[in-house]
């Protein structure tokens, strides 16, 4: 396997600060570079990150590929995350409701707006962030929506939101505390912080190991658990209040799992495994993806 040379190499861990790690996992990024890249397991909190990172990650997003950018449906891959997308988007409008019925919504790592649009016409505010040009410049144009930058962040109004949301954001994101803490700033006091993360501990991702997709390396910085997600809030007086699984990931991971493995039998077998995986996950709720719900202590 290649491997870029330009690397950064994490020296603490990304939520405890721990310098004593262990190596947990060698894999490659099957999605884009076909490069290999390492993951590491900290002594002291048992949080997983890849380590080193390439000092450039913006490289590893600019592909046509990367369906969380793309508005255009290509092959069974891109048919299939449409299709979940929109019906995960119904899911989340029925989530947030349970707990706020309307207000102020920011949702970081809005990608193309499709979620602002739905929450929007449910007469939401809505403001979305987003890194990628192509993304935020999409959702501006064609829903006409309010898609800042990360850096803008910094520049919004404290207390003014009742809804935060981060959907497979947070494991993307460099500085883990420092993204908390503007969460913290902004939400209202009682507001709501919904977070969606893979989840290592899965059924899924010990089946595939290096080949699970939801790796995603480099793309993926932090490989979360739910105990090791819940140790990362504590520190900021956050608390989880509830967790469901994304039971659609399964299926769409398994496929994409898969098709790394070269398996000519891809779809009956990432069928096969994503059902096994979410079946396996009742007993223990460590699903392939879990939606966490978390208030201020």
């Given at each position: 396997?290649?491997?870029?040379?330009?690397?950064?190499?994490?020296?603490?861990?990304?939520?405890?600060?721990?310098?004593?790690?262990?190596?947990?996992?060698?894999?490659?990024?099957?999605?884009?570079?076909?490069?290999?890249?390492?993951?590491?397991?900290?002594?002291?909190?048992?949080?997983?990150?890849?380590?080193?990172?390439?000092?450039?990650?913006?490289?590893?997003?600019?592909?046509?590929?990367?369906?969380?950018?793309?508005?255009?449906?290509?092959?069974?891959?891109?048919?299939?995350?449409?299709?979940?997308?929109?019906?995960?988007?119904?899911?989340?409008?029925?989530?947030?409701?349970?707990?706020?019925?309307?207000?102020?919504?920011?949702?970081?790592?809005?990608?193309?707006?499709?979620?602002?649009?739905?929450?929007?016409?449910?007469?939401?505010?809505?403001?979305?962030?987003?890194?990628?040009?192509?993304?935020?410049?999409?959702?501006?144009?064609?829903?006409?929506?309010?898609?800042?930058?990360?850096?803008?962040?910094?520049?919004?109004?404290?207390?003014?939101?009742?809804?935060?949301?981060?959907?497979?954001?947070?494991?993307?994101?460099?500085?883990?505390?420092?993204?908390?803490?503007?969460?913290?700033?902004?939400?209202?006091?009682?507001?709501?912080?919904?977070?969606?993360?893979?989840?290592?501990?899965?059924?899924?991702?010990?089946?595939?190991?290096?080949?699970?997709?939801?790796?995603?390396?480099?793309?993926?910085?932090?490989?979360?658990?739910?105990?090791?997600?819940?140790?990362?809030?504590?520190?900021?007086?956050?608390?989880?209040?509830?967790?469901?699984?994304?039971?659609?990931?399964?299926?769409?991971?398994?496929?994409?799992?898969?098709?790394?493995?070269?398996?000519?039998?891809?779809?009956?077998?990432?069928?096969?495994?994503?059902?096994?995986?979410?079946?396996?996950?009742?007993?223990?709720?460590?699903?392939?993806?879990?939606?966490?719900?978390i208030k201020r202590r």
């Amino acid at each position: 396997m290649k491997q870029n040379k330009e690397l950064i190499e994490i020296k603490s861990c990304p939520v405890c600060d721990g310098n004593a790690f262990t190596p947990y996992l060698e894999t490659r990024d099957f999605f884009y570079s076909q490069e290999a890249f390492f993951l590491s397991q900290c002594n002291k909190c048992s949080f997983v990150f890849t380590n080193p990172i390439p000092a450039n990650l913006v490289k590893y997003y600019e592909t046509p590929d990367y369906l969380s950018h793309n508005t255009k449906n290509k092959g069974v891959f891109g048919w299939l995350y449409s299709v979940i997308r929109n019906a995960n988007i119904k899911r989340k409008f029925r989530l947030l409701s349970s707990y706020k019925t309307d207000g102020n919504l920011l949702d970081i790592g809005c990608g193309t707006g499709e979620l602002l649009h739905y929450f929007s016409n449910k007469g939401w505010k809505t403001t979305g962030v987003e890194p990628n040009t192509f993304a935020r410049e999409f959702a501006m144009k064609n829903y006409n929506h309010k898609v800042l930058q990360e850096k803008d962040l910094d520049n919004l109004s404290s207390s003014d939101y009742d809804i935060i949301s981060m959907w497979h954001v947070l494991e993307h994101v460099s500085d883990l505390h420092n993204r908390l803490g503007q969460v913290d700033r902004l939400l209202k006091e009682d507001g709501v912080l919904i977070v969606a993360l893979p989840n290592l501990a899965s059924p899924d991702s010990k089946k595939y190991n290096k080949y699970w997709s939801a790796l995603d390396v480099p793309r993926h910085l932090h490989h979360f658990t739910p105990a090791t997600f819940s140790h990362l809030i504590s520190k900021h007086n956050m608390r989880i209040i509830h967790s469901e699984p994304m039971k659609f990931d399964s299926y769409y991971v398994s496929f994409l799992s898969e098709k790394y493995l070269k398996n000519p039998l891809f779809f009956f077998s990432a069928i096969y495994n994503g059902y096994l995986s979410n079946l396996k996950a009742k007993k223990t709720n460590n699903y392939s993806s879990m939606i966490f719900v978390i208030k201020r202590r």
